[in-house]
T-cell receptor, first 111, second 112 residues
């Protein structure tokens, strides 16, 4: 069974701080996706990483896929209150497989 | 990306009753997925629904409890049958291809 471990589970920081969320597994994934979910809404896809070692940037968010495609990280620079939400990583064992979700990181950014 | 709508957005139901959740997509898709998100938890896949065939259920989920319909390429329903308080969750519809998956806004179900 493929599992994705996310850490930390909860994170409360002040506006302007930097943070990193980790997503780790002992299994290899063909792709990994990051989502943000706000209360009362469904998860919104932020990025998909496919290639080992790949780095993608989305404004203040930087996503990295590990060289062995077993882990990923999300780094947020100068966090803002609008970044508050539940961040979920999800991986696919194969391109046709189902998504496996981590348990999520609940981020709170205080003004 | 796909635009997905769900009805109802939320409901409060009594134990022993059933609720049918509708999912509508703005484009034709082959596969639709139904997920459950229990309070404070991550997403768990209930089943995959392909048009024209029986839904495929994940371990721990059965058709009698969660019957699914998929009458065409833009619509699906999930019924939560004989509900108990343990069924209180957010139920999410999703569509996707190999590297991108999109979610509806969810249906928040509370069973009393």
């Amino acid at each position: 069974t493929q599992l994705l471990e996310q850490s930390p589970q909860f994170l409360s920081i002040q506006e302007g701080e930097n943070l990193t969320v980790y997503c780790n597994s002992s299994s290899v994934f063909s792709s990994l996706q990051w989502y943000r979910q706000e209360p009362g809404e469904g998860p919104v896809l932020l990025v998909t990483v496919v290639t080992g070692g790949e780095v993608k940037k989305l404004k203040r968010l930087t996503f990295q896929f590990g060289d062995a495609r077993k882990d990923s990280s999300l780094h947020i620079t100068a966090a803002q209150p609008g970044d508050t939400g539940l961040y979920l990583c999800a991986g696919k064992g194969t391109s046709q497989g189902n998504l496996i979700f981590g348990k999520g990181t609940k981020l709170s950014v205080k003004p | 990306s796909a635009v997905i709508s769900q009805k109802p957005s939320r409901d409060i139901c009594q134990r022993g009753t059933s609720l049918t959740i509708q999912c509508q997509v703005d484009s034709q898709v082959t596969m639709m997925f139904w997920y459950r998100q229990q309070p404070g938890q991550s997403l768990t896949l209930i089943a995959t629904a392909n048009q024209g065939s029986e839904a495929t259920y994940e371990s721990g989920f059965v058709i009698d409890k969660f019957p699914i319909s998929r009458p065409n390429l833009t619509f699906s329903t999930l019924t939560v049958s004989n509900m108990s308080p343990e069924d209180s969750s957010i139920y999410l519809c999703s569509v996707g291809a190999a590297y991108e998956q999109y979610f509806g806004p969810g249906t928040r179900l509370t069973v009393t």
